[in-house]
């Protein structure tokens, strides 16, 4: 149809090869994270601009809708340009993961990503997951300071149940000194 030589059955099988591929949990959170935080963008557009329903249903991408939630921004302004900025740094990384980007690019993406977070809440977390790093753009966006010590708290809670206590378990089953016979 295009009269350029495109091979429509080289194309489905393309497509087809990449529907089947799955993608790697990494991929997955940085996605699924992405479309969360543009939810909740919309979320607080809808507070903050007094006839948010103007906006028009989806007619507003991920990059505009940053736009405009920071120039409404009713708080600090230096606050509104840090929380713009992990937002798009979020985004970056997105794109960087949708469009299959070399893994150092995408390192590079989720490095940028990890800095312009902590500019937001000094947490310094150097190796924060997507999800991590979407909670706490979360806990930024609210005006409830109690919400970033119960964010602190559930941090830990995490770590202690996730990571240290079955660490020590395994240790104390596993790597005991063996009974002399």
């Known amino acids: ?12 099988l ?9 993608p790697d949990q990494f991929t997955a959170d940085v996605l699924t994270y992405h479309a969360a935080l543009e939810l909740e963008m919309d979320n607080l557009l809808s507070l903050q601009l007094p006839r948010a329903d103007k906006l ?3 007619k507003l991408g991920y ?9 409404s921004w009713r708080g600090n302004p230096e606050d509104g340009d840090k929380l713009a900025n992990a937002l798009v740094r ?14 150092k690019e995408i390192r590079g993406h989720l490095t940028k990503l990890r800095a312009a977070t902590d500019a937001l809440d000094g947490d310094g977390d150097g190796s924060a997951t997507p999800y991590r790093l979407a909670v706490r753009i ?13 964010l602190k708290f559930i941090s830990q809670v995490d770590d202690l149940v996730n990571f240290k206590l079955p660490a020590a378990l395994e240790k104390a089953l596993f790597n005991e000194p063996k009974a002399e016979t």
């Not at 149809?1 to 489905?12: P, R």
């Not at 393309?14 to 799955?22: I, S």
Request: hydrophobic share 35%.
């Open 1 to 12: 149809m295009g009269k350029v030589g495109y091979d429509s059955l080289e194309g489905i």
């Open 14 to 22: 393309r497509v087809t090869a990449l529907g089947e591929k799955q």
């Open 56 to 58: 028009g249903d989806g």
């Open 63 to 71: 990059t505009h809708k940053i736009a405009v939630l920071n120039a």
């Open 90 to 103: 979020f985004n970056n990384l997105r794109n960087s993961v949708a469009h299959s980007d070399r893994p």
């Open 138 to 150: 979360c806990a930024f966006m609210g005006d409830d300071p109690s919400a970033k010590a119960a």
